[in-house]
């Protein structure tokens, strides 16, 4: 079959990328199923060829009005879609699509009518908070890491910073590529605007990557591998975290000093 990928090579390697990811997701054992979604910004890979293409399908609502989304474009996962079939297939698990003028509805131009994830609403939202507020980051990704998760069954680890300042403790690369911690939003409905709502005021409190309560994580990142590394590094130290008590011991973790000397050195922004 014939694909926008074809003829555009560096929408193919961006494509490319998050099929990469995609696959470590299922290997990681973090996209069950259905679950965990990806949305990328490629308007800067659009060229006028990809511009004019027609709508495979009426336009449909995004649920949000987003003016900062004027003119944007982007690849997404398929709702419903399996991460481990989106990494060997992107074009059949996801779409490109092109927001209206209106600013409130999608279309998809490529390469079928793949309808995005259930949580677009978040996904654009907080791309629309990203291009408003300057940003240059053009990934986000959601997906269910199983220690991660876990941790935010415990209520004492859902107040704030608790948590970033456990798995930075735990070894001291979390900090150095993960200098921004883990920010915490309380449960919500999955897909629902109150939930996007909330991870961007947690976004705009300068975390990178948010745990959803009992359910998972969204990261922001320039690119897709980007975002991946972040919640794998934050993964690394739950489970260092789990396997210290698995092993019958509360974990010391990083002293205080060693913490601030990391940050010195790496000159780390907290
Ligand atoms: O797309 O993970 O939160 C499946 C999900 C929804
Ligand atoms: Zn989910």
Request: aromatic share 8%; charged share 20%.
């Amino acid at each position: 079959m014939k694909s926008i990928l074809d003829n555009h090579p560096a929408l193919a390697a961006e494509v490319a990328r998050v099929a990469e990811v995609a696959g470590y997701l299922w290997q990681r054992g973090w996209a069950e199923r259905n679950g965990g979604n990806i949305t990328v910004n490629i308007t800067h890979l659009v060229d006028p060829g990809i511009a004019a293409l027609p709508a495979l399908a009426p336009p449909r609502p995004i649920g949000a009005t987003l003016p900062h989304l004027r003119g944007t474009f982007f690849y997404c996962k398929g709702t419903n879609r399996r991460m481990r079939d989106l990494a060997r297939r992107p074009m059949e698990n996801g779409s490109v699509i092109r927001i209206t003028p209106d600013c409130a509805h999608y279309e998809i131009i490529a390469d079928t009518v793949v309808a995005p994830t259930s949580e677009l609403p978040s996904h654009l939202s907080v791309h629309n908070y990203l291009i408003g507020k300057g940003s240059t980051y053009r990934a986000s990704l959601h997906t269910h890491p199983t220690e991660l998760v876990a941790l935010s069954h415990h209520r004492p680890f859902l107040q704030p910073d608790v948590l970033t300042r456990l798995l930075w403790s735990m070894i001291p690369e979390t900090k150095a590529f993960c200098p921004r911690g883990l920010g915490i939003v309380p449960y919500m409905l999955p897909g629902s605007v109150e939930l996007a709502e909330a991870t961007i005021r947690a976004i705009d409190e300068d975390y990178d990557v948010v745990l959803w309560e009992k359910h998972g994580v969204f990261a922001v990142a320039d690119d897709i591998v980007e975002a991946f590394d972040m919640v794998d590094t934050l993964s690394k130290s739950a489970a260092i975290y789990r396997d210290a008590r698995a092993m019958g011991f509360t974990p010391d973790g990083m002293t205080e000093a060693q913490m601030n000397e990391l940050s010195r050195v790496f000159r780390l922004p907290k």
